[in-house]
């Protein structure tokens, strides 16, 4: 069985860091995609970021050049790097998988979807503070 946990998430004020872990277990898939997605207080679940296991990254426009994703297989760990945090980066983050690998075009559509990934962890919550 897959299992994600996420950790990491906290208060922290507009313009600082926080970085997000996904403990990963389970997993035995040959290819497969890593993700973050978010979702605000009111709003629909919206994808962050999205990576490919050979390293192909995709990025929401909104947190382009401020977040970067990373992996550290040795761990089973995924990591979401958050910079330059802003109050609207609030909501809770959750950590996903999925067997195969994501084109770009695909990749852009789950990103705006917010959904399609087969496995989800159950967030760990981000407040940023003006």
């Known amino acids: 069985e897959v299992q994600l946990v996420e950790s990491g998430g906290g208060l922290v004020q507009a313009g600082g860091s926080l970085r997000l872990a996904c403990a990963i277990s389970?997993?035995?898939?040959?290819?497969?995609?890593i993700g973050w997605f978010r979702q605000a207080p009111g709003k629909e679940r919206e994808g962050v970021v999205l990576m490919n296991k050979d390293g192909s990254t995709f990025y929401a426009d909104s947190v382009s050049g401020r977040f970067a994703i990373s992996t550290d297989n040795a761990k089973n760990t995924a990591y979401l790097q958050m910079n330059n945090l802003k109050t609207r980066d609030t909501a809770v983050y959750y950590c996903a998988c999925l067997e195969g690998r994501l084109t770009p075009d695909q990749a852009k559509g789950l990103l705006w979807l917010g959904h399609g990934m087969d496995y989800w962890g159950k967030g760990t919550l981000v407040t940023v503070s003006s």
């Open positions: 389970g997993f035995t898939f040959d290819d497969y995609v």
